[in-house]
């Protein structure tokens, strides 16, 4: 949710509120989708205005996660669900920024935007890694607090939600994540004055990590030392232990501040007569002087005389709601049920075996008496505020009625908590393992679809318009499910399609109804293609599905679904051509072929300093070759194989000499730090389109069982690269001519992949377009032939001045202004002077 304005807070007192702590041998619970945003932001940075750099946001994954297990550290991911109706004001405002930033979109800005399919990409690399994940019915602070209490380990996130809650809190921003080695018994300590201030830069700079790093590969771990990663720690204890507050006051604190439920503007009556100014201090922004205010004045209230003080400054027809709405903060900042531990005991083999639940480190435990002693402290300065509350509490409970009402009041918030009752066990066995996308929990709970927008074209209809007829048979399929205690619903059924308006900053609310039930029964536990082929048959009457789905099997599985994506973007797209294709199919043989084959490095210098030996002793090898008159071909011992299949036996020398030519194309283009109007919004439409396509279409696939193999995204798509690869191939006449001998002349096997996909796509793309294309190709042969005709002309004349006599003008000079019939006499010198 958020507590605005609670972690700068905690960033400028760092020094007392945040611990030094050492993460090693434990477990951790850890935000999935907090990591994932973070951790994209400091590997793309400027080059998320592309799209999506899949590739390099995978590896810093998979890196993330090999140093936590360097330091004997067992993760568990959990992510986010649907969105819980309260929230929907919020999200209606996210929104709106998000198309505001993507209408103005600048390349050189250091704005971070989050492409379509980044979840996707981080579950994948989580499952990679081995790593325990999770998706969660709604939002899954609750249930990381749950686990973490469970597990009696730390939460790693960077959310201020969990500054109320009580576990141990690592935020993001503090960890170094890079390998350190220790002697063991050492005291521990406090934070320094400087590594405070360096805290408080870093939440300001909002840096996560600038760089991980694991130990070196020889490192040989000694047996009185141990691996661990240098962060802060924070616990309930530090904002509690010095009297201000106690556990009960907390969500109310953190309601009057506002989060992403309850607006500031709410309590706007509360603060200007109840509590008086705020303070004029110039240091201290107006909500951190809030913040301070507000601590002073609960601490010398109760939790139930602060709420009735707040809502006695309200208005009545608003006080029914506010309580409603505080309650349920309430609710969910002390939300206790967990049905991440359930999962993670029943679907993975000994998730907590080597976890020691009931132990903790010797740190720990002193901190721990560090902690009892100042709250000692605390509580013998504050003994008669104490005192009061004792006898309040004795008043309380001296009526039998109000134990009564309270005890029932606990249990109907108790059913209310289990959120997963709201949605039927089928749906939730494909929910939990993170197969199925948020989106789906919106369609069932709240029947809204929020289409987040991409970089794409404002003038041009949304992106994920050209996916709505699967987007309309998912709903429908949801709601026509084949099992015993479900009902199939009257027809029409609608749900909410929230976009962004065209040409607009705006959200626009649109109404789509479904009028027909699907053709096929949709059995959750059954795995059937069929739903698949009628999304071809019925929007794609043009193209033959029979054969499209036939020809199928010449692919590679984990390829099948991208190459349906292809074919139903290239027939419904209006902003797609062949140079859009060529570059999807180039950008894939060479993100599966060589970064599998090779280490995969994006640095030109880098890459050169690493593999320069390898690459100058290979090019000399091929020059002989050529000199000689050797010609590199395909081995006879793969010609037996089919071209997909001989990709697994691409020699590492193809790979190192095609990605040096390669590698300048995965940055930025320089010209668009001078002049970024160069950047186009309208190329990165359609590749937009396309996403948005492969979003959906998975999305269906995992619906109903995966017929086909997901797409691995981190190995298919690049942003940046496609970006680059279209502006160099749209002005080529022959693009398989310039692939062939200039992109991918050192590998005859890659050449041989791409040209076996162009020629598969090229069965199925549809009239129209080839025919397109090919008036394309006779306008530029037009002109490229004008322009030829126009330098060759240039060149002559030029070569023509340069080959005549340099006094030729003096001399036509001299004709023109001598008569003709004068005589001059070479041998008399006197001749000139004759008038």
Avoid at 498 to 511: D, E, F, G, H, P
Avoid at 623 to 652: A, C, D, F, W, Y
Wanted: charged content about 30%; proline content about 4%; some cysteine.
């Amino acid at each position: 949710m958020g507590v605005r304005g609670l972690t700068s807070y905690i960033a400028q007192r760092a020094e007392v509120y945040l611990k030094p702590y050492e993460l090693h041998s434990t477990a951790l619970v850890i935000d999935g989708d907090n990591l994932a945003c973070n951790l994209y932001k400091d590997v793309t940075g400027l080059y998320s205005a592309f799209g999506g750099d899949y590739d390099d946001f995978y590896r810093a994954v998979l890196q993330f996660f090999q140093v936590l297990a360097e330091c004997s550290i067992r993760p568990f991911v959990l992510m986010d669900g649907g969105y819980e109706e309260r929230k929907l004001r919020t999200v209606g405002q996210r929104l709106r920024g998000k198309i505001a930033v993507i209408k103005r979109i600048n390349p050189n800005a250091s704005i971070t935007l989050f492409p379509l399919h980044l979840k996707e990409v981080f579950v994948d690399a989580v499952r990679d890694c081995g790593v325990p994940v999770m998706r969660c019915v709604f939002e899954a602070d609750d249930e990381l607090a749950a686990l973490a209490r469970k597990l009696n380990c730390p939460v790693l996130s960077y959310d201020s939600d969990f500054y109320i809650h009580n576990v141990k809190y690592i935020p993001l921003i503090t960890l170094t994540v890079k390998v350190l080695t220790k002697q063991r018994k050492t005291q521990p300590r406090d934070l320094r004055r400087q590594e405070a201030k360096h805290m408080e830069k870093r939440t300001k700079a909002h840096k996560i990590m600038t760089g991980i790093q694991q130990s070196s590969t020889g490192e040989v771990k000694k047996p009185s030392s141990y691996k661990y990663l240098d962060c802060c720690i924070y616990r309930v204890e530090h904002l509690c232990g010095r009297g201000a507050l106690s556990a009960e006051k907390l969500p109310l604190f953190a309601a009057l501040l506002g989060n992403d439920y309850i607006a500031r503007s709410a309590f706007r009556n509360f603060f200007d007569a109840g509590m008086g100014k705020a303070g004029r201090s110039r240091k201290l922004k107006k909500q951190q002087r809030r913040i301070r205010v507000i601590l002073q004045w609960l601490k010398t209230e109760t939790a139930e005389s602060a709420l009735s003080k707040v809502l006695s400054r309200l208005k009545k027809g608003q006080r029914d709601s506010l309580v409603a709405q505080v309650q349920a903060a309430i609710s969910g900042y002390s939300n206790e049920l967990c049905h991440a531990y359930a999962f993670f005991e029943t679907h993975y083999d000994n998730p907590f075996s080597h976890i020691n639940i009931a132990s903790e480190s010797d740190d720990d435990g002193v901190e721990e008496e560090e902690e009892e002693e100042d709250e000692q402290m605390a509580k013998n300065s504050d003994s008669e505020e104490e005192e009061v509350l004792e006898i309040d509490h004795k008043n309380e409970s001296a009526s039998s009625n109000e134990e009564e009402n309270a005890d029932d009041d606990d249990a109907e918030e108790i059913e209310v908590e289990d959120k997963t009752l709201l949605f039927p066990q089928w749906f939730l066995d494909k929910l939990y393992p993170a197969h199925l996308s948020r989106f789906l929990v919106d369609l069932m709970h709240l029947r809204k679809y929020i289409n987040n927008p991409q970089i794409e074209h404002f003038p041009h209809p949304d992106s994920n318009e050209l996916a709505l007829p699967i987007l309309n048979y998912v709903y429908a399929l949801l709601n026509h499910v084949d099992v015993e205690e479900s009902s199939p619903p009257e027809l029409p059924i609608e749900y909410t399609y929230l976009t962004r308006a065209q040409r607009i900053t705006n959200v626009r609310y649109n109404r789509m109804a479904i009028e027909q039930a699907p053709p096929y029964n949709f059995n959750p536990s059954v795995s059937d293609i069929c739903h698949l082929r009628f999304i071809f048959e019925s929007n794609l009457p043009q193209l033959d599905t029979d054969r499209l789905f036939k020809e199928l099997d010449v692919l590679p599985q984990d390829l099948q679904l991208y190459f349906l994506a292809i074919v139903y973007w290239l027939h419904r797209s209006e902003h797609c051509d062949l140079y859009h294709l060529n570059a999807i199919i180039l950008c894939l043989v060479v993100l599966r072929t060589i970064d599998v084959r090779i280490p995969a490095e994006r640095e030109v210098k880098t890459f050169q300093r690493r593999f320069g030996k390898i690459l100058k002793q290979e090019r000399a090898v091929r020059n002989k070759e050529l000199l000689e008159g050797i010609k590199r071909g395909v081995k006879t011992s793969l010609m037996e194989l089919s071209v997909p299949e001989r990709m697994q036996h691409v020699p590492k020398s193809d790979c190192y000499l095609v990605q040096e030519r390669l590698l300048p194309h995965f940055h930025m283009q320089e010209i668009f730090k001078k002049k970024y109007d160069l950047y186009s919004t309208s190329v990165l439409h359609a590749f937009a389109e396309f996403q948005a396509v492969i979003y959906q279409l998975s999305a269906l696939n995992s619906l109903i069982g995966f017929p086909l193999l997901n797409t691995r995204m981190n190995q298919l798509y690049c942003g940046a690269f496609l970006y680059n690869l279209y502006d160099l191939l749209r002005n080529r006449l022959d693009v398989r001519y310039h692939v062939e001998h200039f992109l991918l002349t050192d590998s005859q096997l890659m050449f041989d992949f791409y040209g076996f996909l162009l020629d598969w796509c090229g069965q199925f793309i549809p009239s129209w377009k080839q025919s397109d294309a090919k008036q394309q190709a006779v306008v530029k042969a037009q002109e490229k032939k004008r322009l030829k005709k126009k330098r060759q002309a240039a060149r002559k004349a030029e070569t023509e001045q340069n080959l005549a006599d340099p006094n030729v003008d003096m001399i036509k000079e001299s004709d023109e202004d001598e008569p003709e019939d004068e005589f001059y006499d070479l041998n008399n010198k006197f001749c000139g002077l004759k008038m």
